[in-house]
């Protein structure tokens, strides 16, 4: 009894193997189906640029998208992807007045907690960098160093100076440079932003001073061009000269 008994557990042990060998064996082959599944999906979905409804499809994503990302910054692609593929089958949830509305009203809501972070990490910054030793702040709110002192004569309103200098955001991100460009930058003392103003009025030539400037002295609420509005700059200026003071 004993011996058949374990002729019959051998045999099922060699069952079990054979069958966990034919189950490795089929699950193998369901992952390279499934590989070879996607690579042709991959392959029907890859731009081709030289198919004109391809390109056209792909410029106007580039398009849309270019207005986008300035204004949000998450876009999330699934939920995107399906209201384009919603509108073109004619079954849209939302009515595009109804998504007009919407994008309208939570646009203004994102740009105002934007405005309210951008401000706040302004302040915050001037606050911990007022703190320092080497850094002087005006009654206006204006913060400047000085890297080089000068010894000519200090510009007045009425004049027009030549300077090189550098503009950037806190982040150390430079946003402008005449030193990049290689050629001063030539204007009117009152021609320039109000914290610009106040320090070339106090800077003799040869100085050369970083400024901190909070976003009341600069652009304000509305930003200029790449600058967004409530923005807090940096500026680092050299006062080569004043116009017909030579």
């Avoid at 160093?145 to 309103?157: N, R």
């Avoid at 652009?219 to 500026?235: C, D, E, Q």
Wanted: hydrophobic share 40%; net charge negative; glycine share 8%.
């Amino acid at each position: 009894m004993y011996k058949i008994t374990s002729i019959f557990l051998l045999l099922l042990a060699s069952a079990c193997t054979f069958s966990q060998a034919q189950n490795k064996k089929q699950l193998l082959k369901e992952v390279e189906d499934l590989k070879a599944q996607i690579q042709a999906l991959e392959a029907a979905n890859k731009v081709n640029l030289e198919d004109p409804a391809d390109k056209l499809s792909y410029c106007m994503g580039i398009s849309i998208a270019n207005s986008i990302v300035k204004q949000v910054d998450e876009i999330k692609t699934p939920a995107f992807e399906q209201g384009l593929i919603d509108v073109k089958e004619g079954k849209a949830d939302i009515s595009v007045q109804e998504a007009n509305a919407f994008i309208q009203t939570e646009l203004a809501r994102l740009g105002e907690a934007k405005a309210e972070a951008v401000k706040t990490e302004g302040a915050e910054f001037l606050a911990n960098n007022a703190q320092k030793d080497n850094i002087i702040t005006l009654e206006s709110g204006l913060q400047y160093e000085v890297l080089e002192p000068g010894t000519g004569e200090v510009p007045s309103s009425t004049d027009r100076v030549t300077v090189h200098y550098k503009g950037y955001f806190m982040d150390g991100e430079v946003f402008d440079s005449s030193i990049e460009r290689g050629e001063p930058a030539t204007f009117g003392v009152t021609q320039v932003i109000a914290g610009w103003t106040e320090a070339l009025k106090m800077m003799p030539v040869g100085s050369i001073w970083r400024l901190f400037i909070p976003y009341n002295l600069a652009y304000g609420a509305n930003g200029k061009g790449s600058i967004p509005g409530y923005a807090t700059l940096l500026f680092e200026v050299e006062l080569l000269k004043i116009e017909g003071r030579e």
